[in-house]
């Protein structure tokens, strides 16, 4: 057990609708990452959050959303969704922002795996 | 560019060694690192190595790492069928930022 928790485990929903994906991170960890693993994409980063703001970005569409609370949850906000947005998104969280010169290991959460029919 | 490389299966028997590669492309990653994945679970951090070591070994992992060829290897001794998983190597070419390879299923044969 990572630590690092995700709700809903599995979602199923149709196109075009939007879904909410949240996260816990670790205890102490200040930083939140969002990824996508699909067959086809493999595991992909999309976003970083850390201290509630947005550090970095990667391949995420803007349909796709994300915030980081007071808390430090985060959730990732999916919207007019398409057949090929099926996958597996994980979260990750971790110490600090990744400041260089640190490992600041990742620990990923189960992931949530999200089915569009 | 940013791009990790990994072959995409690897079968051994029981008790043997494995030996999982990967290759990156970006000399600036700073720290490389290797998780595993489980059917139906997330990824579990197996060990890392910062980019000035040659090697580092954890119990029945050895990571070795060849900054020159940009080449990462991991090998598992004395290899059991608990051993079967997806083995992603990932590296870390910015702060925060993980570029993860597509995965070397490995298939431990009792």
């Known amino acids: 057990d990572s630590g690092v928790t995700q709700t809903p485990k599995h979602l199923i929903t149709a196109t075009g609708q939007r879904v909410t994906l949240r996260c816990s991170p670790r205890?102490?960890?200040?930083?939140v990452y969002w990824y996508q693993q699909s067959l086809d994409q493999g595991l992909q980063f999309l976003i970083q959050?850390?201290?509630?703001?947005?550090?970095a970005k990667g391949n995420i569409l803007e349909r796709f959303s994300a915030q980081q609370f007071p808390d430090l949850h985060s959730e990732l906000n999916l919207s007019s969704l398409e057949l090929g947005d099926s996958a597996l998104y994980f979260c990750?969280?971790?110490?600090?922002?990744?400041?260089?010169?640190?490992?600041?290991?990742?620990?990923f959460g189960p992931g949530t795996r999200l089915t569009v029919l | 560019g940013e791009d990790v490389e990994q072959s995409l299966f690897l079968s051994v028997r029981e008790g043997d060694s494995s030996v999982i590669n990967c290759t990156y492309t970006?000399?600036?990653?700073?720290?490389l690192y290797w998780y595993k994945q489980e059917p139906g679970a997330g990824l579990q951090l197996l060990t890392y190595i910062f980019s000035n070591m040659d090697m580092k070994q954890d119990q029945r992992l050895t990571v070795l790492l060849n900054k020159k060829d940009k080449h990462l290897s991991l090998r598992i001794a004395d290899t059991q069928t608990g051993d079967s998983a997806i083995y992603f190597c990932a590296e870390k070419p910015a702060p925060g930022k993980l570029i993860f390879g597509q995965g070397t299923t490995l298939q431990v044969k009792p």
């Open positions: 959050y850390y201290n509630g703001e947005e550090r």
């Open positions: 205890s102490g960890d200040l930083s």
């Open positions: 990750a969280s971790s110490q600090t922002g990744g400041t260089s010169g640190v490992a600041d290991t990742q620990y």
């Open positions: 970006d000399s600036s990653s700073t720290y």
